[in-house]
C-alpha cells in the first residue's frame, strides 16, 4: 500500500477559503446597499411605477477593509434623491472590528511599523501611520473615561508603586514615572485604583496622587502598602490617615546591598527569621539579635539600615495574621507591573508623559478585565469584628 495517497495542500486551500469568505462578504454588502436604494426611490430597479420617487444613475466604488480583506463596494448613484446607507458608516474605510484590532495592536506595544506591515498582511490594506495615531487617540479619550471613573466601594488595602519608563525631552530620552494603585475591597476582591503622571516619584507626587484617589471616591483605607519611597508614608497618613507598611522584600534588598555577596545567603536567612515571629515584640526582639550578630560580622552598614528601617516593615502585625502574608509586600503589584513593563518595553521612548500613562492604563485595564479581578484575592471576615458580618449585620 502506498504511504500516501491524497496530497492537500494547505497553505492553497486556506487561502482560497479566505477568499472565497472575502467574496461572499463582498456580494452580500453590495447585495444589501442595492436593496437599500430602492427605499428613496420608492421603486426597485427597473420598475415603472407613478410613485417613483427618482432614478438610478451607476455607481462608484468605494474601498473598505474588513477582517476578511479589502473589499470593493458598489456604492449606488440616484437622481432625484439622497441615498445614505445606515450599513456603512459615511466616509467609514474600515469596519469597526478592525480598528479596534489596530488600537489593541498599538496598545499591547506593537510598533507603529509593525502594525502597518500586520494590516496589509492580514486585510490586503496598509494602515498609515497617521491613522494609526487618529485611532489612538479615539482610544485615549475612552481610556481616560476609564481611568478617572469613580472609585465605589472601601478598599482597607492599599498597594502602590512607581514604574518608570523612558520618554523623549527635547530630543533627548529621560525617565518619566508613572504611579499605580491598586487595592483590596472589604469582599477581597483587587481593583486598579487609578494610575496618574509621577514625574519624580517625589512627596508631593505622591501626595497629588492620593489627594486625586480621595477625590474620586476612595476611602475606608486602613493601610498602604509601598516600598521605601521619599514622603510615600507621610503622604499616606495625610491624606487617608492610615497606617503605612514598607514592603518587606525591598527592604531585604536595601539590607543585602551592604553586605559581601559570600555573605548574603547567611543574612537572608537571618532577616527571614525576624519575619517568621509570632508578634511584633517577638520580631523587635530577635532583630535586636540580628543586628549584634551583624555587628560581629562587621556588617555595620546592613545592621545600621536594619534598624533604621524595621519599624516601618513591622506595621503588617497590627492586622489579622491570616492577612499578614499578602500586606507585607507589594508581590501582588508587582506581578501586575511584570505584565506592564512586558508591553511597555518594545516601545522604547515614548514621544511624551500621556503616551506612557495611556499605554500603561490601557494594560491595566486588560489586568483588571481578566481573571486577576474577578477571583477573590483573600478573606476579609477576620479585618471586621467577630461575629459582624461585612454589611454590618450580626453573623448567623
Known amino acids: 500500500m502506498p504511504e500516501q495517497i491524497l496530497q492537500v ?17 463582498e456580494e452580500t454588502l453590495n447585495e444589501l446597499l442595492e436593496k437599500e436604494a430602492d427605499e428613496p426611490l420608492n421603486a426597485a430597479r427597473y420598475e415603472r411605477s407613478v410613485e417613483r420617487a427618482g432614478y438610478r444613475a451607476g455607481h462608484y466604488e468605494r474601498g473598505l477593509t474588513t477582517s ?49 506591515d500586520i494590516t496589509e498582511a492580514l486585510w490586503g490594506a496598509k494602515v498609515s501611520a497617521s491613522t494609526v495615531s487618529s485611532l489612538n487617540q479615539k482610544a485615549y479619550e475612552n481610556i481616560e473615561k476609564w481611568r478617572s471613573q469613580p472609585i465605589e466601594g472601601e478598599y482597607p488595602y492599599v498597594y502602590v508603586d512607581g514604574i518608570w519608563l523612558k520618554r523623549s525631552w527635547g530630543g533627548e530620552v529621560g525617565n518619566v514615572s508613572v504611579l499605580v494603585a491598586v487595592g483590596v475591597d ?52 495625610e491624606v487617608f490617615g492610615c ?47 540580628v543586628v549584634q550578630e551583624l555587628h560581629s560580622m562587621k556588617l555595620a552598614k546592613a545592621a545600621m539600615c536594619l534598624q533604621n528601617g524595621l519599624e516601618e516593615t513591622l506595621v503588617f502585625y ?4 491570616k492577612h499578614w502574608r499578602l500586606v507585607r509586600t507589594t508581590n ?16 522604547g521612548a515614548f514621544p511624551d508623559g500621556n503616551s506612557a500613562l495611556m499605554l500603561v492604563c490601557a494594560r491595566l485595564r486588560y489586568v483588571a478585565g481578566s481573571q486577576w ?12 469584628e467577630p461575629g459582624e458580618a461585612l454589611d454590618g449585620n450580626k453573623a448567623s
Open 186 to 237: 472589604i469582599h477581597g476582591y483587587r481593583a486598579v485604583l487609578g494610575a496618574c503622571e509621577g514625574m519624580r516619584e517625589s512627596a508631593e507626587d505622591w501626595r497629588s496622587f492620593f489627594l486625586w484617589l480621595r477625590d474620586r471616591g476612595l476611602k475606608g483605607v486602613q493601610l498602604v502598602i509601598g516600598d521605601k519611597r521619599s514622603g510615600l508614608g507621610d503622604a499616606a497618613q
Open 68 to 116: 476578511s480583506g479589502q473589499i470593493a463596494l458598489k456604492m449606488p448613484k440616484l437622481k432625484g434623491a439622497t441615498f445614505e446607507t445606515a450599513i456603512i458608516e459615511r466616509y467609514r474605510r474600515r469596519e469597526s472590528s478592525v480598528e479596534e484590532a489596530i488600537v489593541e495592536m498599538y496598545l499591547a506595544g506593537v510598533s507603529v511599523r509593525r502594525v502597518e
Open 332 to 347: 501582588m503589584l508587582e506581578r501586575v507591573n511584570k505584565e506592564i513593563r512586558r508591553r511597555t518595553r518594545v516601545v
Open 373 to 384: 479581578g474577578i477571583k477573590r484575592y483573600m478573606s476579609m471576615q477576620s479585618l471586621y
Open 243 to 289: 497606617k503605612y507598611q514598607r514592603c518587606m522584600v525591598h527592604f531585604f534588598r536595601n539590607v543585602l546591598n551592604d553586605v559581601p555577596k559570600a555573605k548574603r545567603e547567611a543574612v537572608s536567612l537571618m532577616l527571614k527569621a525576624i519575619y517568621a515571629q509570632e508578634s511584633k515584640e517577638a520580631a523587635r526582639k530577635k532583630a535586636a539579635g
Open 9 to 25: 495542500n494547505e497553505e492553497a486551500t486556506k487561502s482560497q477559503l479566505g477568499e472565497l469568505v472575502r467574496k461572499t462578504v
Open 318 to 321: 497590627s492586622f489579622p495574621p
